[in-house]
């Protein structure tokens, strides 16, 4: 029989069980990761309280993790496409757990924010690595949607982060939540010896052997195996093309597109996590309890689940384009209708509306994000689109506490997101022309036009 890529082997009836599985295992450690990462927004007013600080220095409790998922993001592209998606991160879960734990012992501003710097370094290179390492184990018809459930399970721990709050700061205080984050060092260990590595990865490095046998492991799964497996000769792969160089993914075949995914990623993300981060202690100064502004920002988080659920489904049926559209478009109506009547009593309905159509808008670009470049520079698209995505995150929350030290009300500020959802969109119309909608992963970035219009 001909060749086939490993996309047609895991494309066929029964495949999809092992990308699943591949899903559950990434997206465990997602579910840590972004506990590890939200748990600070849950104990900001407690922080505030016992260290006196105010509301920029408050706004910064949440970006000094960021800070270092800046770092750990950008250099977890780079390691992965040369050593490796499983080893960096594995790598980079035990360094966040092991690095939260101190956090448990400190009683002043600046080593908190040593710590949550050093652990974000950890933090920020999980995500990009989850995405990618999920995208070349997914079924095409169905990548789109498994893109965006990796990050609905790091949301999950956003979740996650708000009901262990809410039992444990009464009980315990703050501090205890954060001797629970260092829990995933042991998952980090565990993932060594259970989860496989990237098959595309293997094969742009030449190491066919090893990836032949996951392929084979995989076909013996389908419901219709192929005897005796398949050979060197059987599986194809596209040529090498130069490994994990930055200067590849802004060379003139990429420019405009990288250009174009990297504005979207900072204009949504930085509209996500600056909600996300400030809506418990706007809640509390507000005037509502703390189990309350836990409950409602939970709440949120819990239907930002289901709009990241709906933002893959969505890119899987109506195109990765047109679905960014839909979820741009939500989001401003979520925003309008939080600002005008959110705080004047219709607070639940705001948070369920609000968390299901930023979130949405927040992961809609991502399907379009990981599918832009090709195997052998795909980790280092994906950190670099992180990176800018985070600077973003960075800013917005110290932006948002300056606004309200000024005497700006959150509502206010929250009316003035409406530009960054619509320069979203923008650029979304101006740099991304090439819909991947259905295009296998081998095929994906190296052999597509990405400063044409055309799609497949």
Known sequence: MGSVYVSDVIDQPGGMRYAVRILLFVGIAMVFDGFDYMIVSFTMPQITEEMSLGLIATGSLASFSLLGMLVGGFLSGYLADRFGRKHVMNASIMVYALLTVPIFFVHSYDAFALCRIFSGLGVGAVIPLSVTMVSEFAPTRYRGTFVTLTKTFM???????????????????????????????????????????????????????????????????????????YSPAEI??????????????????????TIGVWLVAFTTCALSYGLTNWMPTVLVQGGYSVQASYGYTTLMNLLGCVGAVAAGVMA???????SAYVAFALAGLSVVFTATLGFGGLIIPACIFMGFAINYAYMSPAPITIEVYPTEIRATGQACVTTVARIGGL????????????????????????????????????FIKTETKGVVTEELGGTRDWGGAGGR
Not at 241 to 256: D, H, W
Not at 409 to 420: E, N, Q, R
């Open 155 to 229: 949301m999950l721990g956003w979740v996650i982060a708000g009901v262990v709050a809410l039992f444990v700061v009464p009980a315990f205080g703050w501090r205890m939540c954060y001797l629970i984050g260092g829990f995933p060092f042991v998952y980090g260990i565990l993932m060594h010896f259970f989860m496989p590595e990237s098959v595309q990865w293997l094969l742009s490095r030449g190491r066919t052997e090893e990836a032949l046998e996951i392929v084979n492991d995989i076909n013996r799964r389908l419901d219709r195996p192929k005897p005796g497996g």
């Open 236 to 257: 194809k792969a596209l040529p090498a093309q130069p490994q994990g160089q930055l200067r590849e993914v802004v060379s003139k075949r990429y420019r405009k597109v």
């Open 316 to 322: 899987d049926k109506l195109g990765r384009i047109r």
């Open 395 to 430: 800013i917005t929350p110290l932006v948002i506490g300056g606004a309200l030290e000024s005497g700006s009300s959150f509502a206010t500020v929250l009316v003035v997101f409406l530009v960054p959802l619509c320069l979203a969109a923008v650029f979304t119309k101006a």
